[in-house]
Each structure stands twice: as C-alpha cells, then as structure tokens.
C-alpha cells in the first residue's frame, strides 16, 4: 500500500464526510491531533496533492440501494461514494468488504 501512495499516477480523494467525523470526534474528545483539524487537513491536501469529495444528492441516495450490513452512517456514506464515483477505499474495517467496494488495506 505504501507504494501506492507514493506512486505518481495514484490520485488521492479524501471525503469531506471523513473530515465531518474527525471534527466530531475531536469535539467529543475521541480524537486528538497536535495541530487544528483545519491546519491538518490544507497541509495534506497540499503535500499530498489530495483532491476533496464533496457530499452529493447522489451519494445520499445510493444509500437507499445499501443493505445494512454497516450501521455507522459515516461508513455508509463512505461506502456510497466509493460506489458512485468508482474509487477504490482505503480503510481497516473489514466489514467493507461486505459491499461491492474494493478495500485497501
């Protein structure tokens, strides 16, 4: 995986949907980050030419077309978008692997 993230023609998206939920999560005190999620967030695009995913009508609505192997609705949506806009995922959570996504990780 790590080569892939290095390679020059991979072309990195990051959801504004996980950005939603690391916000919560920093205000719940569930997650903790050295620097402002802000500050994080533009360093990263920048450095690692990451093109954001905004949230569309679309995605909301392929929900309806999801079984409900997954309840966390952040992944749910995640899963949605991975769906509709034909982008491979990277996360941990096997349970991905449930939906018609190809996982990395």
Known sequence: MHDLLLDPSTEPVLSMVSIWEMQIKLSLGKLQFRTALSELV????????????????????????????????????LIAQSMEEDLQILSIDEMFDTYDVKRLW
């Not at 990263?44 to 966390?72: G, T, V």
């Open 42 to 77: 533009d360093d990263e695009i920048n450095r690692n030419r990451i093109e954001l995913l905004p949230l569309s009508l679309s995605h909301i609505y392929a929900l309806s077309n999801l079984p409900h192997h997954h309840r966390d609705p952040f992944d749910r949506i």
